[in-house]
């Protein structure tokens, strides 16, 4: 038995894999909760009712999609040019905290001011955070993997540092955070009475312009060219430096403007606990999407279903909602067996 | 002065240095196995995770220490085959497939603790391994003897047997060895499979040695560390020895410091040095770093 590449893959093909990889997927969970005692056709319709059963789910669905579909984007920009940002997480928690120091009543400004200058701030301190690791890599050839991974800790350590000293709310009650955001520089509300908040339209505005990027503009063509070998595009001459840079800030600003998205429309202020791992999740999102940046929507509303609904089960049966993390890796595992499967077909012999 | 003086003479430190240094040493062995037969192993995050909880499981559900040891590795081990049949004969994504694996570990672990102990507000506690005096040596515990005999144990296969020789050819040039009619695809998932049993033993010291109980995040990176290493000691097994003991000993000096500086500086400044330091090393390594030459490539038959 031999893997052979596919010469073209159909887009039945490309759609099936996620479908089938989530499938197998949910199938290795069903085991875990059985193990747990509770019978898996009913805690997998706890799940789904919690998710999409009713009008307020839908919104918290979509309000946890929020964050991931930015995420997501994050992961898909970078690995297409075969930049490994494993700090995504760092770099949201960076883009929230410029957010509440420059939305927590720094400047006096109109709301139309200081809003898209809160975000853009936001996105600039995320991709100021993965400028360093990329320097290193390009620069010293440092892997970017672990420097990126480090760095989230370090990132981490910071926040703390500064939620516990000068960022701490005096009227916190001694919580390690933040003050709150001034209402100028809070996202507005989608949908009344519901969590729902503008930065879904900002994060599905964003998707569809990497999409645009990607597929229609010579940048784009020039990261997919880097991503599939960089010394053929050297030799077009491409600046392969150059666009490895600019990838990544435009990977870490999409990751901080999740966090200034996070603290803009839906906390108002910073804890330690804003991100439940969206960083890591957003791999999973965009490896799901199959790096396409229209699929990464998509596959974040899943994902956020996958939470939100195992919160829902949890509360009603015996299954720890840790099985929504045990249900997004092993999303990942089988996404990259059903992409291979899509890419090549096997042959005898 | 003469404080930190009294710090680096004190026998005490030096004994909670090899003690800090002991998961190091067992995480960055098996890095190191893994990546000399060409593998990147980033699964070694989640394979501490899980080897810590499954440690202490055993051992909380009444199995003996050694058991629980015994079970940490097979855990490790069993989520290391799981990286290598992804990576190695359907040749994926070794950066990906080791954050699946990361991920997969830690969140199965994460579950079965809590499935078990659905109301643990503080954890429950085992009765971990006592210190062992040995004459002319610091009391360490059984594990902390056992990481230095593995590293011995690591070089003499890696650099005196034919195996060891198979397994650091493979990672330089699989097509050699192929040639010499050995399976590329077994070395390699074996390799992977050894180096992860190593970090499962590295997450069990934690709660079968270092302390009593299995907290959430409590390898908090040590895993990320521990490939920060491999690159430091130029993936040769003595050299990881020596950077875990000096990562350990700044460690432990720092935990001092803090003691006796306490107050002066946020805490969170000592906490972020050992990361700092990791990357550090990574820039100061990184224009000597002999990476194995297959690190990262997948061989397929037949394919150049």
């Known amino acids: 038995m031999r893997l052979e590449a596919r010469p073209h893959v159909p887009l039945a093909l490309s759609l099936l894999a996620p479908a089938g990889a989530v499938a197998a997927a949910l199938l290795l969970c069903a085991l875990l909760v059985a193990w747990s005692g509770a019978s898996v056709p009913r805690a997998y319709a706890l799940m789904a009712e919690g998710a999409l059963g009713s009008r307020f789910a839908l919104t918290e669905t979509l309000t946890r999609a929020t964050p991931l579909i930015l995420t997501g984007l994050a992961a898909a920009v970078a690995f297409r040019a075969k930049l490994w940002n494993i700090g995504a997480e760092g770099q949201l928690y960076m883009g929230a905290l410029v957010a509440v120091v420059l939305g927590g009543g720094l400047f006096d ?26 320097v290193l890599k390009v620069r010293f050839g440092v892997d ?19 939620l516990e000293g000068a960022l701490k709310d005096p009227m916190g009650m001694g919580w390690p955070q933040s003050a709150p955001v001034i209402e100028a520089a809070e996202l507005p509300k989608l949908v ?16 569809a312009l ?28 491409m600046p392969v430096t150059r666009i490895m840079l600019r990838t990544a800030l435009v990977s870490g600003g999409l990751a901080g403007l999740a966090g200034a998205a996070e603290v803009t429309g839906l906390k108002g202020y910073l804890t330690l606990d804003l991100s439940p791992g969206f960083g890591y999740s957003g791999i999973v999102v965009a490896m799901l999407a199959q790096l396409h940046p229209i699929g990464v929507v998509g596959a974040a509303v899943f994902i956020a279903a996958v939470f939100v609904g195992a919160d829902a089960m949890s509360r009603a049966t015996a299954v720890p909602n840790y099985i929504a993390d045990v249900l997004v890796a092993l999303s990942l595992l089988c996404m990259m067996v059903a992409g291979l499967l899509a890419r090549y077909r096997l042959r005898r012999g | 002065m003469a404080e930190i003086l009294d710090i680096l003479v004190s026998a005490a430190f030096w004994t909670a240095v090899l003690r800090i240094a002991s998961p190091y040493i067992l995480g960055t062995l098996g890095e190191l196995v893994c990546e000399r037969a060409g593998v990147l192993n980033l699964g070694i995050e989640g394979i501490m995770v899980l080897g810590a909880m499954t440690g202490w499981m055993t051992v909380y559900q009444g199995g003996g220490l050694w058991v629980g040891v015994l079970a940490a590795c097979t855990a490790g081990a069993l989520l290391g085959l799981l990286h290598a049949l992804l990576t190695v004969p359907l040749g994926l994504s070794q950066h990906v497939a080791g954050i699946g694996v990361t991920l997969l570990g830690s969140s199965l672990s994460y579950f079965t603790y809590r499935l078990v102990l659905p109301q643990a507000s503080t954890p429950p506690t085992i009765e971990p391994f006592q210190p062992l005096p040995l004459p002319g ?10 990481a230095v005999a593995l590293v011995g144990l690591v070089a003499y296969v890696l650099y005196r047997t034919p195996l060891g020789l198979a397994v650091r050819t493979v990672g330089e040039n699989p097509a050699a060895v192929e040639a010499q009619g050995l ?3 077994g070395l390699r998932i074996g390799a992977v499979v050894a180096g992860s049993a190593l970090m499962g033993l590295a997450g069990a010291f934690l709660t079968l040695s270092a302390f009593n109980a299995f907290f959430f995040n409590m390898i908090n990176g040590r895993g ?22 000096l990562f350990a000993a700044f460690d432990a000096f720092q935990l001092r410091l803090q003691q006796v500086a306490g107050g002066a500086l946020p805490y969170q400044l000592f906490l972020m040095l050992p990361y700092l330091l990791s990357i550090a090393a990574l820039v100061l390594m990184s224009r000597r770093a002999a990476y194995p030459r297959a690190l990262m490539i997948p061989y397929r038959k037949g394919e150049r």
């Open chain 1, 109 to 134: 400004l109109p709301s139309w001011l200081l809003l898209p200058l809160v975000l853009i701030a936001g996105a600039a301190a995320g991709g100021a955070t993965l400028l360093g690791p990329a």
């Open chain 1, 144 to 162: 970017e993997v672990v420097t990126t991974l480090l760095l989230n800790f370090i990132v981490l350590l910071f926040v703390s540092m500064l």
């Open chain 1, 192 to 207: 009344e009475r519901t969590r729902l908040h503008a930065g879904l339209l900002l994060a599905l505005g964003l998707a």
């Open chain 1, 210 to 237: 990497l999409w645009f990027v990607d597929t229609r503009t010579v940048w784009g063509y020039e990261n997919r060219a880097v991503g599939a070998n960089p010394r053929a595009a050297q030799f077009a001459g």
């Open chain 2, 137 to 146: 040596l610091l009391a360490q515990t059984p594990l902390t003897y056992l």
């Open chain 2, 183 to 185: 399976s590329v695809t």
């Open chain 2, 224 to 245: 990320w560390i521990c490939i920060a290493l491999v690159v430091f000691a130029s993936w040769r097994p003595g050299k990881a020895l020596l950077g875990a003991v």
